[in-house]
């Protein structure tokens, strides 16, 4: 089996600058060497729960991990190009075909073409429409991962511009409809095939409306070609 880490790393970062300190020094005589890190749980890669979108909505300790552990088919989009909107024929023609109650990962291999430490990423990326979001949702997902800025507003947060909430399409299609969102994953161009077992636990947070999360998929698993984990 091949294990492939598809997460960002945590540290210094325009958007959202995490604070990072460490205390303690083997080499001074400390017994332990400590690191603190804030950040919000909305940066880097991370699982949203239905509470960062929706009023009284449950919060990440809520998700079930069957939700964001499982067989997983990729959409391959790697020929989308910047700034394109993508719409459900796209992504019926990316589709490789499974079963409801998986994963859904769109890979655009967005890092491959704008590096995620610069604004680039966020203004030049391709963005989902309301249609592709209803088309997701109709799949029967678990999950959707996705490894670029999938609604266009995303954008304009980095300027402080807030539009309406059904703007926000991922967000208020799949998440309000219960669909778990697992965002801004990396590394996708080297996941090999159409499917893949992904792995998205989200941090145990207590009351918290999202969390960072390791992200990995196991490549090869048995059973896996056909959606089906032996």
Same mark, same amino acid.
């Given at each position: 089996?091949?294990?492939?880490?598809?997460?960002?790393?945590?540290?210094?970062?325009?958007?959202?600058?995490?604070?990072?300190?460490?205390?303690?020094?083997?080499?001074?005589?400390?017994?332990?060497?400590?690191?603190?890190?804030?950040?919000?749980?909305?940066?880097?890669?991370?699982?949203?729960?239905?509470?960062?979108?929706?009023?009284?909505?449950?919060?990440?300790?809520?998700?079930?991990?069957?939700?964001?552990?499982?067989?997983?088919?990729?959409?391959?989009?790697?020929?989308?190009?910047?700034?394109?909107?993508?719409?459900?024929?796209?992504?019926?023609? $990316?589709?490789?075909?499974?079963?409801?109650?998986?994963?859904?990962?769109?890979?655009?291999?967005?890092?491959?073409?704008?590096?995620?430490?610069?604004?680039?990423?966020?203004?030049?990326?391709?963005?989902?429409?309301?249609?592709?979001?209803?088309?997701?949702?109709?799949?029967?997902?678990?999950?959707?991962?996705?490894?670029?800025?999938?609604?266009?507003?995303?954008?304009?947060?980095?300027?402080?511009?807030?539009?309406?909430?059904?703007?926000?399409?991922?967000?208020?299609?799949?998440?309000? $409809?219960?669909?778990?969102?697992?965002?801004?994953?990396?590394?996708?161009?080297?996941?090999?095939?159409?499917?893949?077992?992904?792995?998205?636990?989200?941090?145990?947070?207590?009351?918290?409306?999202?969390?960072?999360?390791?992200?990995?998929?196991?490549?090869?698993?048995?059973?896996?070609?056909?959606?089906?984990?032996?």
């Amino acid at each position: 089996m091949n294990i492939v880490d598809l997460s960002m790393m945590i540290g210094p970062h325009f958007r959202w600058n995490p604070e990072i300190s460490v205390t303690g020094e083997k080499n001074s005589g400390d017994q332990f060497r400590v690191t603190r890190l804030g950040t919000t749980c909305h940066g880097f890669s991370h699982v949203d729960a239905q509470a960062h979108f929706i009023t009284d909505g449950p919060t990440i300790e809520k998700t079930q991990l069957s939700r964001v552990v499982g067989p997983c088919r990729i959409f391959d989009l790697s020929k989308v190009l910047p700034n394109e909107e993508i719409g459900p024929e796209t992504l019926a023609a $990316a589709d490789p075909g499974g079963n409801p109650g998986e994963i859904l990962l769109l890979a655009t291999q967005w890092d491959t073409k704008r590096d995620c430490q610069t604004r680039d990423f966020w203004t030049d990326a391709p963005w989902l429409n309301r249609a592709a979001s209803e088309y997701l949702l109709a799949l029967g997902p678990t999950a959707v991962a996705v490894d670029f800025p999938q609604d266009y507003p995303i954008r304009l947060l980095l300027d402080g511009i807030r539009v309406p909430d059904e703007e926000h399409v991922t967000h208020d299609v799949l998440l309000r $409809a219960g669909v778990t969102l697992i965002e801004y994953v990396v590394n996708t161009a080297a996941l090999k095939g159409k499917r893949t077992w992904l792995c998205a636990a989200p941090l145990k947070v207590c009351n918290a409306d999202g969390a960072p999360a390791r992200i990995f998929a196991i490549e090869d698993m048995p059973g896996i070609a056909d959606g089906v984990a032996s």
